[in-house]
């Protein structure tokens, strides 16, 4: 498993509670909850590229080719993940006061953002193995759907259930 634990660890470790990324905000403005998670997000992106890089061994040629796929589809999956993050700071902006019908439309919205980002890493897929090997590119989306379920837990587990 290479040197992968350790480095989610680390990632996990800078979404853990406490630090400056807690979604869990109750307020009446946004502006807590956009500034948690955009520096969540900040934060992750830049120690996901670390963690690729240290975990996905790569020869020159194969870097060179594979470095620019790699930033599209983290550009992709940023914008992919936009309607995710903006589901969650919905939700904890208007928690409180969630309606039926308000609660529906969000989880209407959060399965479109789930079938969007699905769709983004399906077509990724045949990119990544046109500059990879197989097993590199069978590898680099392993690591890197770790990675995603690690940050879409911690997101999540901020997040208060919808009271009943």
């Given amino acids: 498993m290479r ?12 979404a853990a509670p406490g630090s400056s990324a807690s979604a869990q905000h109750e307020t009446d403005s946004g502006i807590a909850v956009d500034r948690d998670l955009a520096l969540l997000r ?8 670390k963690i690729i890089a240290a975990n996905l061994p790569l020869t020159e040629a194969e870097a060179t080719k594979f470095w620019p796929v790699y930033d599209k589809y983290a550009a992709e999956m940023s914008k992919s993940y936009d ?13 409180k006061t ?10 209407k919205r959060w399965s479109a953002a789930q079938v969007n980002v699905a ?13 990879l090997p197989g097993k590199k590119a069978a590898y680099f989306f392993q690591v890197d759907r770790r990675l995603y379920a690690a940050l879409d837990l911690r997101v999540t587990s901020e997040v208060p259930l919808v009271i009943q």
């Fill in 3 to 14: 040197t992968i634990v350790p480095w989610l660890a680390l990632a996990v470790a800078l």
């Fill in 98 to 107: 969630l309606t039926d019908a308000q609660a529906s439309a969000m989880l």
């Fill in 119 to 131: 769709q983004t890493r399906q077509k990724y897929v045949p990119l990544i193995e046109n500059v």
């Fill in 83 to 95: 309607e995710f993050y903006a589901v969650v700071r919905d939700y904890a902006e208007n928690q």
């Fill in 42 to 49: 900040r934060d992750l992106r830049t120690e996901k590229k």
